[in-house]
């Protein structure tokens, strides 16, 4: 068989230099020659025993170090709300806060201060003294500073042994298509980063038109009763509808396991830097069981 040289390339006439012996030749006319052999090198079971026992101990303090700067880092608590009134951050845009106050009118005013960096917190929140029953209504009139922001009401706001519970109806923001209202269940039990299962969906265009609500406030109401979830919503200063208007009310049914006793109370959502909500003319009421004598 002929080997052809590379151009250029003289052949090896060193004798102290052996050369590679080739063990056998393939088909396509290409020599292999043999796999370089390794002395094994046997480490003693202690020696592994230690070894293990620093690689144990180097992850002990990297998860040690973690925790120490992961409580460093953590985010300051949320601003505390007012005398009387209780308030949860269910969603946190980092370490972004959301402020509640309350005015001489009684109504609630919802801030975003302008040193938060995004907009997709979301905070419900009520006066306490409200009674916990199953069966209740939250009302109030809104008005907001953009299309974005998202506002709301909640029902049966509970805190049960640590797992806190709601049912919201809020405006929905997305493709600022603002006359569609959704309903949510929220739950601490649910994984983040949205502990909520959405139910339903409204489109109240025949009642508020397709606008958004920066255009003009409006109404909102909605109660729970039973398993039965009504809402109503039509434009600030014109007269109430009744419940039985199809042209502005929606209901939907709700699991049987959400029918339980809880508060009524409001819902912000999605505020940007400096921007604010106001909820004016607030009705929370606890409607007694049709089972209670």
Partial sequence: MHIREEAGRQPNTDSSVPAASPMETSGMGRQTYPRPT?????????????????????????????????????????????????????????SD?????VDADGRAIAVAPSTNWGGNSRSIFGPKGVPQTP????????????????????????DDDGRHRAITVTK??????????????????????????????????SSVGYTNLSSRP????????????????????????????????????????????????????HLLPGRHATFSELTFEGFPSPDSD
Wanted: proline letters at 10%.
């Fill in 218 to 269: 409006r109404r909102l109401c909605a109660r729970v009763i039973n398993q039965d979830l009504t809402i109503k919503v039509w434009p600030s200063g014109q007269p109430e509808p009744s419940w039985d208007d199809p042209s502005a009310t929606a209901s939907a049914t709700l699991p049987a396991d959400w029918v339980y006793t809880g508060r009524p109370g409001l819902y912000i959502g």
């Fill in 38 to 94: 390794y002395p094994q090198r046997n480490v003693p079971p202690n020696r592994l025993r230690r070894l293990f026992q620093r690689w144990r101990a180097c992850v002990a303090m990297a998860c040690i170090a973690a925790a120490a700067l992961g409580s460093a880092c953590a985010p300051p608590a949320p601003p505390a709300p007012p005398d009387g009134w209780h308030q949860r951050s269910w969603t946190r845009d980092g």
């Fill in 135 to 158: 069966d209740q209504l939250s009302c109030a009139t809104v008005s907001d500073a953009g299309p974005m922001t998202q506002e709301g009401l909640a029902l049966r706001i509970s």
């Fill in 97 to 101: 806060a959301t402020s509640i106050t």
């Fill in 172 to 205: 929905n923001i997305w493709l600022e298509l603002g006359w569609i209202y959704n309903v949510h269940l929220w739950d601490t039990n649910l994984r983040e980063p949205l502990p909520a299962t959405h139910v339903a969906q409204f489109n109240m265009a």
